[in-house]
């Protein structure tokens, strides 16, 4: 809540400063990063982030491999949480840009490769390692053709491996295209949200300083080329040298072996581009299968369409219906009805009685709260585009600050529910304690066994021990103070009364023929049929590479996600209320809940038949750690969508019901 407050301020504050100069202005920019203008030779130097691999999942620092390093020495850029979440480790690079000038570039011939050297570059050319590189915030693009089909991938292989052939050649030089868009100062005002932070780039009193050429686009093409060392080794860092043509002659590429020295170069080619710098992103950010998204979309509707009907039936026929007939009658025709009364109706002394382990629903309510409010305003904020990918880990960075701030509404639900079941404040601070433990504590667990395993195969992923504490520190001093006040605030609330007396002895369940839990797990499969289309671009984006940015989509799957689980939570709750099963709080809250446990099982189908070029235990494990947190985290929130509507639906229900 302080941070939604905080937020709004800062931004009717930057809108009405916006208002006040737009008389000056002809534009305006929001979301993603600063717009640099450069001049003719202008020099700008790429960036390089971790390399990475879609057979492995494991990242690796640029430098843990054999090349060339700047001449002022290795220097690693600011991360934020998100960032080091995601394993990414940015450096500084020797390749070297000049604005508008086309040249050939010499960067270094190493020393000979030791064995170590040789058998790590042809380890991470097997598994199908990337380099990444980043130009003025754009990662590199290369186009490549498979079965007749243009292919668009971030970044460059490591090396390559041809068919039949024992060989491994090296990737040694690079062919860049960098796009430029001719800009000339007209008064355009840009706010930029990238890595520097939040500001205005150019006035109209600076029209100089924002002309010049602006970078649209950056292609990379990889080859290898087998140099004479003794003739490289003269050269110096930067030296002209002859533009070269990637050969077809694996006899004229570089292979890996022994004692080999290896000479790095370069070329750079500036093309002039019809792109303006706000639409930079779009090649990166094509929407593929839109008509799919729709699909999924529509899939949904008929579900929610389905169930609604089964609501209103429920609602307008039999409940209305009964209770209507219940209150014409008088009080000797009620109590006769009532000893004929059968279904829901049996169980109206019942129904409100202390649910099994009452702490442990209120704990998952509350955390359920939390991850769902952080899960709504995140996607917000991500469809309205304040979370650019031109700013790297905003997204992640942005996840754990909302959820850190969302504590106060975890402690309120959750006390707030434990006084409604005992009718008592009485310890209500060691049950806020377990409300901000519980979730965190998961994901802590997990993720301190799956950085071992990173820490063990020496992965630049893995967190380190100072951002542990960090991430610790924020968790304590936010999240818990935030948690106990939700909490404190919910003793002072007045809590929502039952509408009818509880039995002291609570009636006997009638046997059934079938076990509840298998209904339970069965309502899961509608929930889920809403999400699973979308849910396989989600694990794509995550798992190879790409990026995700329909996030308006995503909003919509949401949405409908929330009233697929409120209705079939209810339907399922009436049904158990009709075969007079009073214990129906963890049935309603598991009833959309179970929605995780197929997320969970679609995870482990996307690893067996689209992740099939994953390799070793150690990718695998990782793999489904992170997916049984995000199906824990799916488990707590849909499961108190369905458990407060509900709650609602039970206290509406018997709240019409006139009773001694």
């Known amino acids: 809540m302080a941070l939604s407050l905080i937020s709004r301020g800062t931004y009717w504050v930057l809108f009405t400063y916006v208002i006040s100069v737009s008389h000056f202005s002809n534009g305006f920019y929001l979301p993603g990063s600063y717009m640099h203008t450069y001049s003719t ?41 998100g960032e080091l979440l995601m394993g990414d480790q940015i450096d500084n690079s020797p390749y070297r840009f000049r604005m508008n000038v086309n040249e050939s570039i010499f960067l270094c011939t190493t020393r000979p490769l030791s064995e170590h050297e040789v058998k790590l570059l042809k380890q991470r050319t097997h598994d199908l390692y990337q380099v990444n590189m980043i130009l003025d915030n754009l990662p590199a693009m290369r186009f490549a053709y498979q079965n007749g089909h243009k292919v668009q991938w971030t970044g460059f292989p490591v090396g390559y491996s041809p068919p039949n052939i024992d060989d491994v050649y090296i990737i040694n030089h690079l062919k860049f295209k960098v796009f430029i868009h001719e800009y000339e100062g007209t008064g355009v005002q840009i706010l930029g949200t990238g890595e520097e932070g939040m500001g205005v780039i150019s006035t109209a009193d600076d029209e100089k300083k924002a002309s010049g050429y602006e970078i649209v686009g950056f292609e990379v093409s990889p080859c290898s080329i087998k140099y004479d060392p003794e003739k490289m080794a003269k050269l110096h860092q930067y030296d002209v040298v002859s533009p070269v043509d990637c050969p077809l002659d694996l006899e004229k590429s570089q292979v890996i072996r022994e004692q080999e020295r290896i000479s790095f170069t370069y070329e750079v080619e500036f093309v002039k581009s019809d792109t303006k710098w706000p639409s930079r992103w779009d090649a990166y950010l094509k929407m593929e299968g839109s008509r799919v998204h729709w699909f999924s979309i529509l899939n949904s509707l008929m579900v929610i369409f389905f169930l609604a009907g089964i609501v209103f039936v429920i609602f307008l026929r039999t409940v209305r219906r009964d209770l209507t007939h219940y209150e014409e009658l008088d009080k000797e025709s009620q109590a006769q009805m009532n000893e004929e009364l059968s279904g829901w109706k049996l169980v109206v002394g019942d129904v409100f009685h202390e649910p099994n382990h009452p702490k442990l629903l209120c704990v998952m309510i509350g955390d359920g709260v939390q991850i769902m409010g952080m899960a709504v305003v995140t996607i917000i904020f991500a469809a309205l585009g304040f979370m650019s990918p031109a700013s790297r880990g905003m997204l992640l960075t942005g996840m754990i600050i909302l959820y850190l701030f969302l504590g106060t509404g975890a402690g309120y639900a959750g006390i707030y529910l434990y006084r409604v079941i005992k009718g008592t404040s009485e310890g209500w601070r060691s049950l806020s304690w377990s409300i901000a433990c519980f979730f965190p504590g998961i994901v802590f667990i997990i993720l301190t066994i799956l950085n071992f395993l990173l820490w063990g195969n020496k992965s630049s992923g893995a967190i380190p021990l100072s951002f542990y504490f960090k991430l610790l520190s924020l968790w304590f001093f936010i999240s818990v103070p935030l948690t106990l006040l939700g909490g404190y605030l919910a003793t002072r609330a007045e809590p929502v009364q039952y509408p009818v007396r509880t039995n002291q002895i609570a009636r006997e369940i009638p046997a059934r023929k079938y076990p509840s839990w298998l209904l339970v797990l069965g309502a899961g499969t509608l929930p889920f049929g809403t999400l699973f289309i979308e849910l396989f671009f989600i694990l794509s984006s995550i798992w190879l590479g790409r990026f995700y940015y329909v996030f308006g989509f995503l909003l919509v799957v949401l949405l409908l996600l929330v009233i697929v689980c409120a209705e079939v939570s209810v339907v399922l709750t009436y049904m158990h209320l009709c075969v007079e099963d009073w214990q129906w709080w963890w049935k309603a809250f598991y009833a959309s809940g179970s929605v995780a446990l197929y997320v969970f099982l679609y995870s482990i189908n996307y690893l067996v038949f689209e992740l099939q070029s994953l390799s070793g235990p150690v990718s695998a494990i990782l793999y489904l750690g992170y997916s049984l947190i995000i199906a824990v985290a799916i488990m707590l929130s849909t499961g108190t969508i369905g458990f407060v509507t509900s709650f609602y639906f039970v206290h509406y229900l018997f709240s019409s019901v006139k009773i001694d």
């Open 41 to 81: 030779h202008d020099e700008i130097f790429a960036k390089v982030n971790s390399l990475t691999s879609i057979e492995t999942e494991l990242p690796f620092s640029y430098y843990s491999l054999p090349y060339c390093t700047p001449s002022g020495g290795i220097k690693k850029s600011a991360e934020n949480l």
